[in-house]
């Protein structure tokens, strides 16, 4: 830091300037007075950061006392309001500038430290105030496209995990890795808080060099972040791809995932901007619009924008949650067939042999899963009667190895304990109000136990299975104790389909002629000249305003309106009826007087 304090002697300056300097961090920051009468020269001071604080207010005072006698009285005030400004300055300057580019180019440590047990929260990102800017454009980079990058870089890969928020951590995609999986993917980070908030940073991205090949997915809407949020990613993975088809309301108010299909212009931006500034390949995962064709134009614009491979979810934007239903293959089929470039599948895939139906129907060239791989993490490798205990203990070995949140930890026991959660549900109880990973292991020991001891006390025989399929149907009296997909109700996902239309707004229906309705006497009133309506008891069938004006000509009284004329010689206030009225002249009655006084504090009166 540079400070510029005034001195005996010094000319005139006149300007305050604070400035970054982006090389090392430091930042510089320089006061001149305005005031030649004080006779002081500028002397500059540097200090670092951690420093600065002692300069300002230790240095800066004492050039004050040294300046003179004369110097100081009139110079008392101007050191400690500028001294102040330049806290205010260097406060700006160090908690409020983006980080540097030493910053950006530390490498992402491979397993996360930090067990502090705030999250950044996804759903509630803050946006930038301005868009980022792009980085300078760089000349076009050489790497490998299309099917070339499909098989060198990501080897073919048939099996493939789903990205998945907080649930495709480091340690489940290595177990998954240990049972088939071909390719997988990082959780969905949001590039708005992976830009700014380091510790998000670190609890959801760590990778290690068994973890290949590997593809990270980002999603936002501003191509400064996306970009800057790829740069900092594009070492430690093989690809980066765009989120497109996240269906949730958190995407709505975020403005990315599936919500982007709307604008199309926009998507173009996206994967252009990440295509020429990422030096790795870009890829997009998307849902199925209302149509075929116009999904099929879709998949086209985001590969001629710079995509290299494209997965399809055969689902579209409303089907979720009770509402699921069926993938529709034939729109990855139609969008396969449209394509020049790999093509991955999303959507029926619980049992190993839906892997191979769909791409036997669709003629991708991958399959993706995401709720099969959640509930049997070995569906790859084709083994069905796998207990749940054994995945539980592989998986918190893994845990131990690669440290994550306890929040994925408890995520992934309920979804592998979800069948005999219902048989037991006090350790139910307590697995949902566990903290740690290590009261979550204690609970899973316990279940397991259990488990163990339910699976040894019944007899099963595996060969009365029929051919699993979520397609041609699920299998029939599987015990609890192995892992096994949650399937829907398809008949109830209709019916709630159903409900959910009828429920609807529907045309409101003109409403039929009504009976006539008992006829009620009403009161008929007379208009006055004016048009307002008249006293009912007036007998000049006048309203109140036009029966004072009468009075003034015409001198006759009106009872109904309890209005008298004034006496001989005095005229009747325009918009007083006080003195009106019948009794002797203390009440106010045609006998009373209105004296000067009176009649002048009275508005619109007068005497003669």
Known sequence: MNVVFPTPGSPTSGTFHSERISAGGTRRLSIASNRNSLGMHP???????????????FHLPSRCLLAG???????LLLPILLGLRCVIRVIEEIYRVAPSPRMAEQPVPDIPGSKRAHVAEEEDPVEPSEPVPLPVQMPALSKLAGYEFYRTTLRSPKFVVAPMVEQSELAWRMLSRRYGAEL???PMLNSTVYVRDSTYRKQHFSTCPEDRPLIAQICGHDPGLLVKTALMLQDHCDAIDLNLGCPQNIAKRGHYGAFLSDDWPLVSQLVRALHEHVSVPITCKIRMLDTVERTVQYAQMIRDSGCQMLTIHGRNLKQKGALTGIANWKVISAVKQALDIPVLANGNILYHEDVHHCMRETGVDGVMTAEGNLSNPALFAGEHLLPIWQMVEEYLELVEKYPCP??????????????SLTKHSDLRDKLAHALTVEDLAAIARDLNARLRADASSTTFTPTSLVAPSHVVGPRSDIPHWFCQPKLHDLQKDEMLSQRKTEAQPQPVPAPAADPPAKRVKVRAWDNCECGSPCGSKCEFKLCRQCCRTRIQSTRAPCPSHKLWPPREGQTRPASQPHFAGPGPASEGGPDATVTPM???????????
């Open 184 to 186: 997988c993917y990082t």
């Open 406 to 419: 306890p929040a994925f930890v408890k995520a992934h026991l309920f979804r592998l304990f979800h069948p």
């Open 598 to 608: 009176q009649a002048d504090e009275l508005p619109g009166a007068t005497v003669s």
């Open 43 to 57: 002397v500059e001071i540097s200090c670092s950061k951690k420093a600065c604080w002692r300069q300002l207010f």
């Open 69 to 75: 006698p004369k110097a100081c009285d009139r110079a």
